[in-house]
């Protein structure tokens, strides 16, 4: 029987939409929380009902935890789903949800805690005999910046411990700039993440950043659910993702995924998370980065090449099921690539372009799926963050999808803002992406320098 009946989705854009598809596929109610610049957003009309929560700024609306929680209350939710950004990660409104008698659909406040301090993630990774970056533990002043450089060498990373979305990282690549780099990182932290705190990693150079999907439940079971390479990035930052990642064999794979597993069994986990690696193409050894614990903006790629439903699995997982998906061998069908459509300008440095969409045209068929809120005449508000759509496709094997993700990508038609779409279609049809032989540098030191916006028309469609 579910005790679940009712889920408060306390997000917005995409990840409301598919939080609830998901929940009606199961049978579950959707209460959607707005703010008043969402009103009319597809969330709001796909949900069973919408209240509205707060004025646009996040801060007052979906970053507002007692409006929130009122919100799911008065509206006779019995859980809540987070999504991810906003409150996903955060341990206090996971704990708030809980006290006021809510599920909260994701791993326990203690375990977000555990692994939000990443300092204190990395120690467990040690501790579950999981391989780690050389690096530092809290890096307090400069001095201890040049002692632990005299330890690892150059180049270096300062990151900030309370750490996420790619900021306040910093490349150190001599002695001389070491100085500079920590305040700048240290004021960026402050400013980013209300903390300050930064320590130190080894820069691994040419490196793919690789991550396994785990699903834990509340009957201890641990499984997982293969890796995505999400080596294409800009600025720290996903653009594109794929499963399976072309430089995994099964034995590194078997490797990496039991070191996921066993990170996971020893937090006790429970619900959907991410352990993210940095992998060194050279040596082919991989390196623990952090845990995300909640779903994360790439999963559907892992979904088509093992036919699951990720997000249901999460509210089954939180009614006390047993994790029903990933239970056998794993077994990964094709390959699935994902790219993040943003309202931004490429060529203008990828400055936001929010506003009306005129035309609003979607692909659709076989091994093509567009996880999106938007639909003609919807106004893309200026206050969240730019990702529109993600078209996400899945082809009998890495040509197959590559060729797929282009024609989707051709087929996208959107007028009225600007967006990514064109720049998609730039980086895969690139020698060094069609090889698979990208590293998390690669676009912005070698793709970006020669990338030559198309015609204006196809720029702005
Ligand atoms: P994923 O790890 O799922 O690929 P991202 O790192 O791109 O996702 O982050 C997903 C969303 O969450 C983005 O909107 C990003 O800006 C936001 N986000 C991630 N971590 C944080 C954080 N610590 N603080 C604020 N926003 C964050
Ligand atoms: P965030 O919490 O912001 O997602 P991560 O630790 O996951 O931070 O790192 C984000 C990205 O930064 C990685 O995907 C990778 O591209 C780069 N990165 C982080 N640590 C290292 C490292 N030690 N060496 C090389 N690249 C790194
Ligand atoms: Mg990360």
Known sequence: MRHIRRVFVANRGEIAVRIIHACRKIGVETVIGVSTADRESLG???????????????????????????????????????????????????????????????PSAEAIEAMGDKINAIAAAKKAGVPTVPGSDHVMRVADALATA????????????????????????????????????????????????????????????????????????????GERDCSVQRRHQKL?????????????????????????????????????????SATREFYFLEMNTRVQVEHPVTEMVTGTDIVAEQVRIADGDEVAIGRGPLRLDGHAIECRINAEMPEAGFRPSPGRIDEWDAPVGEGVRVDTHCFPGYFVPPFYDSMIAKVIVHGRDRPDAVRRMDQALSRLRISGIATTAAFHRAVIAHPDFQQGRVTTDWLERRFMPGYAPPQRSEAAA
């Open 44 to 106: 709001a009309r796909l949900a069973d009902r919408a209240v509205c929560i707060g004025p646009p700024a996040s801060v007052s609306s979906y970053l507002n935890k007692d409006a929130l929680v009122q919100a799911a209350l008065s509206t006779g939710c019995d859980a809540v789903h987070p999504g991810y950004g906003f409150l996903a990660e955060n341990s206090a409104f996971a704990r708030l949800c809980t006290d006021n008698g809510l599920r909260f659909i994701g």
């Open 150 to 225: 005299a330890r690892i060498g150059y180049p270096f990373l300062f990151k900030a411990r309370a750490g996420g979305g790619g900021r306040g990282m910093r490349i150190v690549r001599a002695e001389n700039e070491v100085e500079e780099a920590f305040n700048g990182a240290t004021m960026e932290a402050r400013a980013a993440f209300g903390n300050d705190a930064l320590y130190i990693e080894k820069y691994v150079e040419s490196a793919r950043h690789i991550e396994i999907q785990v699903l834990g439940d509340q009957h201890g079971n641990v499984v997982h659910l």
């Open 240 to 280: 594109i993702e794929e499963s399976p990642s072309p430089a995994v064999t099964p034995q590194i794979r078997d490797a990496m995924s039991s070191a996921a597993v066993r990170l996971a069994q020893d937090q006790s986990y429970v619900g959907a998370g991410t352990v993210e690696f940095i992998f060194d």
